[in-house]
């Protein structure tokens, strides 16, 4: 069931058609790129299961919301939620909670589309055969000097741009599409692959121990809320998608039981990714907390003494780009809508307008690997150590605005929507309408603002008085 409203950019024509596009927004480098990082960084076991716990308890409960929030508004994130906020007589400030979104997915694209050059880079790098035999030492080395160099990273994020720029200017393209239902499970497969040949060939146990063994005395607080950040980030959570993509599911299609698969798949995708990184970086030395780098100096060294190593990691990378570029669409088409919405401006000339801009901010990024004096710094934000650019867009984004803006529509939903609307659009058993609304009402706004109550000391002060 769904309102009476309808969309004026037409539906998807399936219920398939919604999945791989959510999913292909969904799996990107978050998976695969920066989910073994940050958990190397945090400890490992800990941070895996706060992880989980959130996309359980907070991710699919806010994933629901957002298609149902699309659906029922049938508009650009800002518009959905300001037109269903003057259908439950409130205040048309809501829509804050969808504009944060537009925000938020601009600047995620403004690193993101840097790292994607990273992966574009190392397709030709892995197809020149140059990792073959290569020894670790120097693998790293390879990358170290590859993002030392401004003028490599400007261009290869110039090239990520210009392609997403090309596509989405066109509008919906069936290539794409038609290309992404083949890569996406081909992606799986790989990944599933080089997890049993980098299990065969690492330190598989120790691996499997680190991932899945909690020590939680290797858990900041600041762990938590990366956790819980890194679980809105993942599944594409409080950046607009959601909502945008909810705006054009047809009405007879389960709202819960597609976020619940979309879901499944986003972590099944992160979770095999730790296991074909992680059994290499304890069998070959190398640091857990590496950082970004991190599956650009494991992965090669595998590539490069398995058999077929080139072929399939080549085609690893491939399907990397293909990853990152499917999420690339979905973070910039918020803002080329809003642009060609209220600004007036055509498709064409606002994904341009847009994309450049892009590129400059990214120069930020660029600039926070190469090492420049300007981008780098000391600052500590809320007890965490941010040294650049790179870094500050990152926390500002996945850290603070995700879970924030994951906060206001937990509670537009939950509580400023009528349980009437709620009830129609997700349509579900009742059993099961509950647990969402009880999760959407209650979990997620109380953890995300216990998270950061915690982090800013609060509940110190105040066990430190109630002990007194
Ligand atoms: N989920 C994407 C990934 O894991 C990143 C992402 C965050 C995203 N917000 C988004 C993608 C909004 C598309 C739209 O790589």
Sequence with gaps: MSGTRQSVHGLWSSRLAFILAATGAAVGLGNIWKFPYIM?????GAFVLVYLLCILLIGIPVMMSEVLIGRRGRQSPGH??????????????WQIAGWSGLVASYLILSFYAVIAGWALYYVFKT???IFVGMPAAEVGAEFGS????????????AIILAVTIFVVGKGVHKGLEKAVNYLMPSLFVLLLLMAVYSG?????????????KPDFSKLTMNGVLLALGHAFFSLSLASGAMIIYGAYLPANVSIAK???LIALCDTAVALLAGLAIFPLVFGYGLAPGEGPG????????????????????????????????????AMIESTVAWLVETKGMKRRSATLFTGLSLWLLGLLTVFSFAGAGWATFEWNILGKPINSFFELKDYLTSA???????LFIAVFVGWVMSEKVSAEELASTNAAYQIWRFAIRWITPIAVIIVFLNLIGVLDLFSAVIGK
């Design 258 to 260: 597609t976020s619940i």
């Design 200 to 212: 065969l060939n690492g330190a598989f146990l120790e691996a499997v121990d680190f991932m899945f």
């Design 80 to 93: 959905s939620v300001k037109t269903l906020a003057l259908e439950a007589k409130a205040s048309t400030r």
């Design 400 to 406: 603070i605005m995700l879970p924030i803006g994951g």
């Design 40 to 44: 190397g960084q945090n400890g490992g």
């Design 294 to 329: 991190l599956i650009f100096v494991t992965l090669p060294i595998a590539f490069g003494s398995m058999p077929f190593g080139t072929l399939f990691g080549t085609l690893f990378f491939v399907m990397l780009v293909f990853a990152a570029f499917t999420s690339a669409i």
């Design 146 to 157: 590859f993002v030392a160099n401004p003028i490599a990273l400007m261009c290869w994020s």
């Design 127 to 129: 197809a020149s055969g």
